[in-house]
C-alpha cells in the first residue's frame, strides 16, 4: 500500500533546556565578542578586532588555559594524526589514490601505505601501478587511518592494518564531523546485530557484522551476496536513528547509538525520521545517557 | 543533475534491499519520504508555495501579469514557465550549468499543462483578442535531493492553488473604447481550479521492480525512469522515459498502475493538506525560510 505522508511545517522549537550537564556552554555567532580581556591567545575560529576578541564561526567556545577557540558545530574534517576516517576514492593517479574525506582539500592515499591483496611486504613494482585500478577504482569506499597532516592541511591515509581497507557492502551517512565523539576505538560491533565505524571526519559505515574476522584480511574481495531482511532492517534502523541523533545535535558514539536504537524499537523503521517521533526517541536517548552518567 | 558517485557494493545493496521491499531508508518501494508543503512563503507574488521532500527544496512562485492573448487562442489566458536552477543547490550548477536541467524541466511542464483540461485558460481571459491574465511560474531548485519532477509538479499544484488573481472589469463608454477597472477591494479576487491540474510521478526501475520518490542514491542505481502525470481521478495526462536504460512493454504497464494508484493518494493528501492550511488561515504561524 502506497503511504504518503504530507504535512505543514512546524516552527522549530527550542529544545528543552537545562537537561544535560555543561548546557552552560558558551555559544557564540559570528561576529559576537568573546572577551575583551587582552591576556588571552587567539585560536581558531576567533580574530582580534579592535582590541576585542571576536568569532569567526558559530559554536562553542573552549579555552585552554591562556588559549581560546571556538569549535564550529558545523564545519570541514581538519585531519588529525592517528583519526580514523571513513572516505570515497575521487581519482586514481600516479602510485596514490584521491579520496574525499569532508575536508577541505582531497586526502591521498599513496600505494606504498597501503597493505595489496597477499599480504606479503615487498617493494612496489611497476605491475603494482598499473593495477591500482583493479584494488581501488573511483567511487570505493575505504576506512583509513590519519597517517600525517601536511602544512596546507591535506592529509595523507594509510591503510597497513588489516583493520582498514576496502568497504563492502552496508550504508554511508554523512554527518557533521564535530558531531562524532573522539573515543578509544572507532569500530563498533552493536549488540543488536550491525557494526558500525564512526569516522572521525564525520563519515559513518553501517554494515552487516562479517561471520569470521579473517576473512577480511584480504579486504579487496568484496562480498556480493544479497545481505540477510533481518540484517537489513537493522542496518536501516540504525541509519534513521544516526540521522534522528544528529538532527537533535546529540553527540554519536556507541552508546548513545545504541540507546537510541533501543528507544526506537516501538516505531516502524520509516516513522523515525518523522520530525515528532525523531524529537521522542532522542529525549528518551538523552534520559537514559544522563542516567548513565550519575 | 545532481548525482553521486556509489561503489558497486552500495549498489548492489540499494538493489537487494528494493527486491526485498525494503529501502535503505526503511521504506517500502511505493512509500514517499515525509514531505513538507507551505503556501504563501513570498508576498510579493500572487501565489508561491515552497515544497520540501526529503532533502529536495523547491520554491515556486505565481505572478499575474496582464497580456495579449495568443493569436491561435484568442479567447484563453496562458501560463509561462521558468525554471531556475540556484548554484546553492549544487556547485554544478553554477553559471550555465543548470540551464540543461532547467529547460528540461520547462519542457516537462508544458508539456502536462497543454491541454484544454489541466486548467481553465478560458476563465484568465478578460476580454477576447486584448487582454488576458498571463501566469508566470516561476520555479527555483534550493536543494537537489533526488526526485525533482514530483517534488515541483506538487509545488506547482500548491502555488496555483493558492494563486489570487485581481477582479477586474471591462467598461466600455458610448465610442467603443474599452477600459479596465480595477477592483478597489484588495480581498476581492478570482481563485483557480486546480482540481485538475496534474502531478508527475516518477517510477524508477531499479533490480527487477520499480520505486516511488527515488532518493539520489537510489537514481544512480536506476537505468530508465518513468514520468508519469497523473490527475486527481487516476487519469494519465501524459508519459516520459528519463535515462538511458530501456524498459520492457511489460513493466511498463505495471509502472503505469502503480503510478495511477499513488497518484490518487499523493492528491487526497495534498488537497487535505492545502485545505487544512486554508482552515488555519492567519492563525497558524508561518514557518519560511527562517523557522
Known sequence: MAAMELRLPVPRKVVSQGLARGSDKHLVAPGDTITTDTGYMRGHGTYMGDEKLVASVAGAVERV????????LKTRYNGEVGDIVVGRITEVQQKRWKVETNARLDSVLLLSSMNLPGGELRRRSAEDELAMRDYLQEGDLISAEVQAVFSDGAVSLHTRSLKYGKLGQGVLVQVSPSLVKRQKTHFHDLPCGASVILGNNGFIWIYPTPEQKDEEAGGFVTNLEPVPLH????????????LALVAQKLMLYDTSILYCYEASLPHQIKDILKPEVMQEIVLETRHRLLELEG | MASVVLSEAEKVYIVHGIQEDLRVDGRGCEDYRCTEVETDVVSNTSG????????????VGVKAEMGTPKLEKPDEGYLEFFVDCSANATPE???RGGEELGTEIVNTLYRIFSNGSSIDLKSLCINPREHCWVLYVDVL???????????????VKAALFNTRIPKVRVLEDDEGSKEIELSDDPYDCIRLNVDNVPCIITLSKIGCRHVVDATLQEEACSLASLLLSVTNRGTLTCMKKLGKGSLDPESIFEMMETGKKVGKTLHIALQKTLEKEESLGTTRQKVGFLG
Open chain 1, 65 to 72: 588555559n591562556k588559549l581560546i577557540c571556538v569549535k564550529a
Open chain 1, 231 to 242: 540484517d537489513r532492517e537493522v542496518i536501516s534502523r540504525l541509519r534513521n536513528c544516526i
Open chain 2, 48 to 59: 508561491s508555495a515552497r515544497v520540501k521532500l526529503g532533502h529536495t527544496d523547491i520554491l
Open chain 2, 93 to 95: 550548477f553554477e553559471g
Open chain 2, 141 to 155: 531548485l534550493l536543494e537537489c535531493g533526488g526526485n525533482l519532477f514530483d517534488a515541483i509538479s506538487i509545488a
